[in-house]
């Protein structure tokens, strides 16, 4: 369970990276049954970025991995390759997702949209660092 007080805690933290990065993000907390906890839409953050952010975040609650690592295994050949068919299409394998890790269990998972692939990633590990 993510409590929305803990939510707001990742979102502050991911947001002032975001900041400082000068690029404006979407942001999504879920928690581990993938029900969205919190979100926040920076000023001029892409509008179209807000659906990926929630689905970052529902991708890496479901599977308890990095959506990054879901992208690695979902190329041809690989074992979950087509997965991104699955779920309605809200499964999502480019970075930006990242699961809340407590005592060894999948508590929940925050996504993140709005930058490159890398900037989105390093904002979401801001919020990561602020749940441990």
Same mark, same amino acid.
């Given at each position: 369970?993510? !409590?929305? =007080? #803990?939510?707001?805690?990742?979102?502050?933290? *991911?947001?002032?990276?975001? %900041?400082?990065?000068?690029q404006p993000m979407n942001i999504a907390v879920m928690d581990a049954g993938r029900n969205l906890v919190a979100f926040h839409r920076m000023d001029g953050a892409w509008v179209a970025s807000t659906d990926i *952010?929630? +689905?970052?975040?529902? !991708?890496?609650?479901?599977?308890?991995? /990095? /959506?990054?690592?879901?992208?690695?295994?979902?190329?041809?050949?690989?074992?979950?390759?087509?997965?991104? /068919? !699955?779920?309605?299409?809200?499964? &999502?394998?480019?970075?930006?997702?990242?699961?809340?890790? %407590? +005592?060894? =269990? &999948?508590?929940?998972?925050?996504? @993140?949209?709005?930058? !490159? @692939?890398?900037? +989105?990633?390093? @904002?979401? #590990?801001?919020? @990561? *660092?602020?749940?441990?």
């Amino acid at each position: 369970m993510i !409590t929305l =007080e #803990e939510a707001q805690r990742i979102l502050s933290a *991911a947001e002032d990276k975001a %900041r400082q990065m000068g690029q404006p993000m979407n942001i999504a907390v879920m928690d581990a049954g993938r029900n969205l906890v919190a979100f926040h839409r920076m000023d001029g953050a892409w509008v179209a970025s807000t659906d990926i *952010a929630i +689905d970052k975040a529902f !991708t890496s609650a479901g599977r308890g991995l /990095t /959506t990054r690592k879901i992208g690695e295994m979902a190329q041809p050949g690989q074992p979950l390759f087509g997965i991104n /068919t !699955t779920n309605g299409g809200r499964i &999502v394998i480019f970075a930006g997702g990242i699961p809340l890790m %407590r +005592d060894g =269990e &999948v508590a929940g998972a925050i996504g @993140v949209s709005g930058g !490159t @692939v890398d900037e +989105d990633h390093e @904002v979401a #590990e801001a919020g @990561v *660092a602020a749940f441990g």
